[in-house]
């Protein structure tokens, strides 16, 4: 497996998204057309809902093993400002619409949600299903920083239909905890665990990070011990992406020397990974882990299980609309990201704008190779009609697959493709074997974290 490791760890995306940000064709994206697909794809399929992101920027701390969009303050006076402009800008978009969309799924990320208080995020909760139904089987779901999220933030979250909650755990260790700026010790997470679930959260979930500055394999089987002791509903069991090249990041704060090998980062995610097998923990997709209680479990039994920019999920809607400063929306016919700057967002916004200011249409080409990796990323296999095959060069990603079936990570059939057991922790790998405009123009700069 050492060898195999050396072999592909490599630059690579995490595919949220296909075409990948960085391969948008920005030049012939426009606001206009942005609209235009929005309209159409709600159109389409307005009896199955919408997916609502939202992000909350604002951290009080620079947590450095971050690559997220965020602005660090402690002054809370900026929360009804935000607040206030992210309410106008789904009025905007109710607008667009037409008629009152159903929402299937909203999640609430940043940043640090819990940086607003509990009465802002029921404004804000409140403020959007103004404009909107909610389905019966809605999902609800916010990431919460152990170290300051309050009964009160859950229980006000609760009554305005939250079930489910993920926090951010990293590692116990408190050398890597410093190292990464993210000082939380045990007795918070569970504190914040338990009065989650006292009132009445259905799904609890941790993010759980290997490959850390500093952190050994000790470190990662003594984190899952007391993850264990917890038992989250459900669990990311995320590899660190080291990208200190990205603004705004605070990943300069240690030494390229101070993170452990490939090799060693790969053993912290197989012993890992065979520790929250043994621990009843099911294996859904990349990183992700449930327990078979979970509708993440289920979704993946029944072959429902998405992804998107929010990862992982077990709703699945044509339309994701984002909601905030560098949000990032999707109709499936096209992206759109907002404009990042907080003050510029909000001046859009202001001024009646829907604040987009880049994004992505998808041809037919993007489409099919889309359908593909999300296969492969939520299935762990695709196949394609024999007939369609002059949509999609298939033999030339056949080729750029025989080295991987050589090494028994996949298993290549007449119109189809399946990933092996040994083929699971390549998954970013087999699915770069798809990626043409990848292929096409490889970049010239770092883009990527390493894959392993």
């Known amino acids: 497996m050492c060898n195999l490791t050396n072999k592909y760890n490599v630059p ?26 929005v309209k159409e794809s709600f159109d389409q399929s307005k009896s ?23 602005r660090i ?19 905007l978009y109710r607008d667009l619409l037409g008629s009152k969309p159903t929402i299937k799924e909203l999640h609430l990320g940043g940043g640090t949600p819990t940086f607003f208080s509990p009465e802002n995020l029921t404004r804000l909760i409140n403020g959007i299903f103004r404009f909107a139904r909610r389905a019966q089987d809605a999902e609800l779901s916010f990431e919460g920083h152990p170290n300051n999220t309050s009964k009160e933030h859950l229980q006000a979250l609760y009554n305005v ?30 504190n914040v665990t338990n009065s989650a679930r006292e009132i009445g959260y259905t799904s609890v979930g941790h993010d759980i990070i290997y490959g850390l500055p500093f952190q050994t394999l000790d470190d990662i089987k003594n984190t899952i011990k007391k993850t264990n002791e917890l038992r989250p509903d459900r669990l990311a069991f995320y590899s660190y992406a080291h990208v200190p090249w990205l603004k705004g990041n605070g990943q300069r704060g240690y030494k390229d020397e101070d993170l452990p090998t490939a090799e060693d980062k790969k053993l912290q995610y197989e012993i890992g990974k065979k520790r929250l097998i043994a621990l009843g923990y099911e294996d859904i997709g990349m990183d992700h882990f449930a327990l078979s209680t979970d509708a993440l479990f289920t979704a993946a039994q029944n072959g429902e299980l998405h992804r998107n920019f929010m990862g992982y999920t077990a709703s699945k809607t044509q339309l994701m609309i984002g909601l905030g400063a560098s949000s990032i929306s999707d109709s499936w016919h ?75 990570l996949v298993e290549i059939g007449a119109n189809s493709i399946k990933v092996t057991t040994k083929g699971k922790p390549f998954i970013r790998n087999i699915s770069m074997a798809f990626d043409l405009k990848l292929q096409r123009k490889k970049p010239d700069t770092r883009l990527f974290s390493m894959t392993i």
């Open 334 to 408: 096209a992206f759109a990201q907002n404009v990042k700057n907080i003050e510029e967002y909000q001046h859009l916004v202001a001024h009646d704008i829907i604040p987009v200011y880049r994004g992505h249409v998808l041809n037919q080409e993007d489409e099919l190779i889309r359908k593909h990796i999300l296969n492969l990323m939520c299935q762990f296999e695709t196949s394609w009609e024999i007939g369609q095959t002059h949509l999609l060069d298939i033999q030339h990603i056949i080729d750029n697959l025989t080295e991987l079936e050589k090494d028994g």
């Open 48 to 70: 199955d809902g919408i997916s609502l992101y939202i992000h909350l920027p604002f951290c009080e701390q620079m947590c450095t093993f971050c690559g997220c969009h965020k």
């Open 161 to 190: 239909g939250f079930r489910r909650v993920c926090f951010g755990v990293q590692d116990y260790n408190e050398t890597v905890q410093k190292a990464i700026n993210r000082v939380q010790p045990f007795e918070n997470v569970r």
């Open 12 to 37: 690579g995306p995490r595919y949220t998204s296909y075409p990948t940000v960085p391969y948008w064709d920005t030049d012939n994206f426009s606001g206009k057309k942005w609209k235009l697909s």
């Open 73 to 91: 303050t402690k002054r809370h006076e900026v929360e009804t400002p935000y607040i206030n402009a992210v309410i106008k800008e789904w009025s």
